[in-house]
């Protein structure tokens, strides 16, 4: 019995293309352009973000078009007017990827959370019932995950041929092409299989649940979340009893509220039906039970803003607190909750995050770090009456490590401009303010000067890895799961290991330096041991250094592995 025949593929592929033609089409085009992903074209990823974009878009009007019922005529009208919009969208796209960090991709993630999210709520604009609501949205789930395990498993099954290949028969297959496998497995295999299980009657209020899932649901996610929960609720007992709140807790805050709400959703699949106490009680109780949670959330976000301002990461979090305090209030309150309200509020936070103009994630952070910075640099003396005063003053020491953030953020965001319009006395050099701030911070005399570098590759030349056996992600200290092969950053340090083996341990920091000195748009470099030859190659890099020290805040990038 063949692959083909245990899925049943040639009637769900003939199925898929009846139902999503225009959609399997936009699926084969992001996979056609990320196969050639390792050539750093910038066309192909532009293509590759158009396809995938484009098939969320095409998603959602075939939705529309079998939920409102719209005649062939309308369908295929809308379908030219969304490609219309995808093509200007696609103008729009980047030429390249620029060092500073574009409102575009700002907007894109946006757009891709929102049409998301569309796909919960279309059908139910026209007719709608809590529990049709909660089996469409489960079944489209259930569906994904199902999807995504079969590519899973067929994908490694491949490897494991692919392999066997390549060592009975010396064959040495490209690393490159096991990712292209799976690029492959993912875009067309997944993608066809989890259209095919795409719910067709969208307001069916029988089904049959999975008990799988209601083991899952039951005895796994619930009790998870409730001990998650209890920990999180003693944490807040052991801050009233005087104990310092640590910075993170309020990521720990969001996680649980991600857990959480999916879980009670989860457990709505079997509400009247296949339902049990248990589920009963955490249905009722969870959103109650959550306040307090809530309320660290909030403090905890409330005191990192207070303390450095408003950075994405924190406007991210409080979006997320925001759509949490919007749900718990809804369900709180003693008035009758309509679950579509899941998916709008989302839909409006996205839209205020990411397209709100001086108030999007995109804006506002820039604004705030200027204001900042600035009422640092007044209260420090170094701006008098709006101008750069010559004398050299010093930040205080607490505040450098703000100071220099600052500066980095809108150095990394092209958001620094605005100190040349204060420096009317040309104290710094315009073509390398972050540096010139820098050197005034630690004091222009008797102080040795601090470099800082900044890198982002924002364009990406052709790699020819045909010589290479391994390509290998370069991972961050802290890190779990790597395998067996990898790099890893360790602040300036720099390991390589190959089949457990450590081949590789130095100090890359001067090196980035030197590379950044003979060519600011390109940092890959080179090294060696007796065994191998490593060519990394180098994404985004920051750091500060001087002729004493170096020292390596960021860096990412892979590692092209060659045996001699």
Known sequence: MSLFSV???????????????????????????????????DNFLRWSLIGYIGFLVMLDWAIFKEAFQLSSHKYWVGVGILSILLFVYYYFIPASFQEEISCFWYFT?????????????????????????????????????????????TYLALCLALVAMDQLFDINIPSIHYLRLFIVMTGIFQVAFFLSDFPDEYYRLKFTASPIFRVFTSYIAIPVTLIYGLILLAYIVRIFLGYEMVEWVFVLCIWYFVIGILTWLFSLYFENLDDNPWMVWFRKWFFILSVPILL???????????DKGIL????????????????????????????????????LITVITFWSGPISICNLPITNQKHRLINMMSEAGMIKDGNLVSDSIRIKADDEPDFSRMVYFLSSRGALDFVKTMDKNHLLNENDLANSLMQRVNGSQ???SEKILSFYKSKHPALDINDYQQMLHIHQTGEVGLSDSYGLRDRNILVIRVDKKLVYEGDIAKILWDQSQKDAENLDFELENDDYLFKVVVNSASGSFSNSSARLDDFTGFILVKKK
């Open 312 to 347: 994405e990461e924190f406007y991210i979090s409080a979006s997320i607190a925001s759509f949490v305090l919007l749900i718990i209030l809804l369900k709180c309150l003693p008035v009758k909750s309509d679950l579509r309200a899941f998916p709008l509020f989302l839909i």
């Open 446 to 448: 008797g102080m040795e």
């Open 296 to 306: 660290l959330l909030l403090i905890a976000l409330f005191r990192h803003i207070s």
């Open 7 to 41: 899925f049943n593929m040639s009637d769900r592929f003939a199925e898929v293309i009846k139902r999503f033609p225009v959609v399997m089409i936009f699926a084969v085009l992001t996979t056609i352009s990320l196969l050639f992903i390792d050539t750093y074209e």
């Open 109 to 153: 993630i946006g757009l891709n959370v929102v049409l998301h999210f569309m796909c919960a709520v279309i059908p139910f604009f026209k007719n709608y019932t809590q529990k049709a609501f909660v089996n469409y949205n489960i079944q489209v789930f259930l569906s994904w995950i199902k999807s995504a395990f079969y590519a899973l498993v």
